[in-house]
């Protein structure tokens, strides 16, 4: 896995000696980790982070089925390790960022999904729904990296296109309140038993 992250940084900061400009990372889920890595070591060559799905803050105390069985797979916990890459994973990149994350994720607890975004203003955190592996291919996930991206390209705020594409496909769904929504989403219909 070391070997990866190597040739990422590699990528990366070759971008950056042959165009002379920052680079944007966009990371989704264990590439959002990395990213946030690469940005905290190089804030001097990032323009921006943008994560999606990723757990960037509190990762060491997290709890998971994927973890616990990693954890019984390599005989160790995370903590015991990852310690140094755990505390980088901790810091808060001193570019801007924007964590895209869901609460219907499935896989990765949504508040690890997270970043304070009362210790800077250029933090931003963007809910969406779907499910983790849907985040790839997710229409409001997409509208989201573009508006971020041309904001920075054109160093202007644009008026966002549309912040939550899905409700153009089930505007009635979506018009309901949100707990409404979610208990709707975690329910599972007896009809089909």
Known sequence: MQRFQINLVDINLFRYQKHHQKV?????????????IIANRYPDKVERLI??????????NMQTPLVK?????RGRTLRERNGKFLKELEEIPRVPVTCIYTKTDGLV????????E?????????EVYGSHMGLGANASVLVTIANTLLEDASDT???????????LFFPKFWGREKKVIFNDLISIPTSIF
């Open 24 to 36: 944007s990372l966009v990371g989704w889920s264990g590439g959002g980790i990395f990213a946030k």
């Open 51 to 60: 994560t999606i799905g990723s757990p960037v803050w509190g990762v060491k």
């Open 69 to 73: 069985m990693l954890e019984f797979l």
């Open 109 to 116: 607890p949504w508040k690890n999904c997270m970043e304070a």
């Open 118 to 126: 009362t210790i800077d203003a250029n933090i931003k955190n963007v």
């Open 157 to 167: 705020k644009t008026s966002k296109f549309i912040s939550n594409v899905e409700q």
